[in-house]
């Protein structure tokens, strides 16, 4: 029983799991957890087909380096799971700790013996569900918040130029997690996404029955409001719909400047 017991501790595995590698390995501590790994990769090959639309989504911050991922599994249970929550910190705080430059490289760090997908790997084994390390975000600037809506389905983190009241950096971040914008401003937006707005008010236009000679000016109108409502400096403030968020920003500093934004969700394409 104290070997089983070992074994559960540095593993995570259920307790037959634990009896049976025990068994097959004949005690060989090193070789049970070779087991125990392996049957995590094989449950990990059975499940690869199936949907991983469940997981947890957490961010931090680490000076002015900010990171959110999202580690998502099959089911709400799982996701739930105080280890499975726990297994997610952990990586993220290898994230803030390390600062990986993509996904890729993220799941490439070491963590405790391992890489951080093998441990993913090894949790497979013991819920036997899919589970898959999914986005990876990240701003690095003078100052950075991070904000994680209850549930831990949806983080943001915000980037800006200068240090910030922490209240008011929050206010920030809560209006990504709401309001979902897509870019920073006007500018940031891409050229493929402008177009097909405009083409998108054209055709709307030409439906009302609107002159053609007024279709391009109509289609300018409802791009602007959609700027209105889809970048984050445009948008209207959550905590007062007369003030944009970019006079919200002014009035706590008139120098102040959001350099970068990020939003993950599990349901994220």
Known sequence: MAEISKLRTMTGAGMMDCKNALTEANNDMEAAIEIIRKKGQAVAAKRSDREASEGCVL??????????LALKCETDFVAKNADFVALTQVILDLALAQKPANLEALKALKLEGRTVQEKITERIGITGEKMELDFYEFVDAAFAISYIHPGNKLATIV????????????NVAMQVAAMSPISLDRNS?????????????????????????????????????????????EQAFIKDAKTSVQQYITSIDKDLKVVAFKRVTLNME
């Open 59 to 68: 961010a931090g911050v680490n000076g002015g380096f900010a990171a959110v």
């Open 159 to 170: 980037a800006f130029s200068k240090e910030v009241e922490y209240q008011d950096a929050r």
């Open 189 to 233: 937006v891409p050229a493929k996404v402008i177009e097909t707005e405009l083409e998108i008010g054209r055709d709307k236009a030409r439906e009302e029955g609107k002159p053609s000679t007024m279709l391009d000016k109509i289609a300018q109108g409802r791009l602007n409001k959609f700027f209105q409502e889809s970048t984050l400096l």
